[in-house]
């Protein structure tokens, strides 16, 4: 059973950046590939960043492309979601989930584990 546990997020001034993380924990982290997903309240949830289980593939939401960057060490279990020139509008709580595979698969597709989340908030 993987456990993901997220952390760094917090409050930040528009422009500003963050980096948030996910540890992986209860199974090797190889065996999936990751996603970043994200709810705004009053909004429904959307994927907004993914990278394959090696890392060598990646892929972002239009909303996030340019700004965003995803990378993974699985030796490490940790997966890091690179935040800049963050605006009002990513205003969420962000939510780390795995699914089993190689490949990312559009977001509308279940995943298999989800973290608990942790809250940005882009606040002057």
């Known amino acids: 059973q993987l456990q993901l546990v997220e952390s760094g997020g917090g409050l930040v001034q528009p422009g500003g950046s963050l980096r948030l993380s996910c540890a992986a924990s209860?199974?090797?982290?190889?065996?999936?590939?990751i996603a970043w997903f994200r709810q705004a309240p009053g909004k429904e949830r959307e994927g907004v960043a993914c990278i394959s289980s090696s890392g060598g593939t990646t892929g972002f939401a239009d909303a996030v492309k340019g700004r965003f960057t995803i990378s993974r060490d699985n030796a490490k279990g940790t997966v890091n979601l690179q935040m800049n020139s963050l605006q009002p509008e990513d205003t969420a709580v962000y939510y780390c989930?795995?699914?089993?595979?190689?490949?990312?698969?559009?977001?509308?597709?279940?995943?298999?584990?989800w973290g608990k989340g942790t809250l940005v908030t882009v606040s002057s």
């Open positions: 209860g199974s090797p982290l190889y065996y999936y590939y």
């Open positions: 989930a795995a699914a089993s595979g190689q490949s990312c698969r559009p977001y509308s597709v279940g995943m298999d584990y």
